[in-house]
């Protein structure tokens, strides 16, 4: 059993459209978790921290719902550099910091 | 800062043959990881150093995988003999403390043929 689980799209949008990713983790004891952006043939770079309180950065906005286990992405007014494949990222409590990746899911936004 | 490097970017090599990956962290960071992304799958989890002390190896396949990190610095990532199953990115990561997301390199995108 993965992980992490995510819809891998493709998710294709107009820009200034809004955008939410879902993202399930099977392990509570999940300790950490991120959002990675992947642009094609390039390595993953961090997008944000998501947290219990949820967490905002500028059009992005992420959530984290333990007790449903699933951290969300949402991305406001796209713009067509938002085109990527989005990371979800857990680490486990007793497994130090190493990741658990999702597949990803990709995003076109179209002019 | 510099990010970390990783040399080479592609690697194609034939089948029974061997290839050393080579990755330079962030100066001052004390962690690096290794991950490995085969078509179509996750990024997974290779192994993690604490300077040079492997404090984690448990995603390392198979031992005809050997990392190292000599001094604490830079790391290499051998694969000896390559089969075709070992085609992938192979990214590296470091980061400063062992509780935060951290920095990858580009990867090293290896071909087995």
């Known amino acids: 059993r993965k992980e992490v689980e995510q819809d891998p799209g493709p998710f294709n949008v107009p820009e200034g459209a809004t955008v939410a990713f879902n993202c399930t983790y099977s392990n509570s004891a999940s300790q950490s978790f991120f959002w990675y952006r992947q642009d094609c043939r390039k390595e993953p770079k961090l997008l944000m921290s998501v947290y219990s309180s949820g967490n905002e950065d500028g059009r992005f906005t992420a959530q984290l719902n333990r007790a449903s286990q699933y951290i969300s992405l949402l991305i406001r007014d796209s713009k067509l550099s938002d085109s990527a494949t989005y990371l979800c990222?857990?680490?486990?409590?007793?497994?130090?910091?190493?990741?658990?990746f999702g597949t990803g899911t990709s995003l076109t936004v179209i002019p | 800062e510099a990010g970390v490097t990783q040399f080479p970017s592609h690697s194609v090599i034939e089948k029974g043959q061997t290839v050393t990956l080579r990755c330079d962290p962030i100066s001052g960071h004390d962690n690096l990881y290794w991950y490995r992304r085969v078509m179509g799958k996750e990024i997974k989890f290779l192994l993690h150093?604490?300077?040079?002390?492997?404090?984690?190896e448990s995603g390392m396949p198979n031992n005809r995988f050997l990392a190292e990190r000599t001094g604490g610095t830079y790391s290499t990532l051998k694969v000896q003999p390559a089969e075709l199953e070992d085609s992938g990115v192979y990214f590296c990561?470091?980061?400063?403390?062992?509780?935060?997301?951290?920095?990858f390199g580009s990867g090293t995108r290896l071909t087995v043929v």
């Open positions: 990561a470091s980061s400063r403390t062992d509780n935060y997301g951290y920095t």
């Open positions: 150093f604490v300077k040079e002390s492997k404090q984690d």
């Open positions: 990222v857990v680490t486990l409590m007793n497994t130090g910091n190493q990741f658990y």
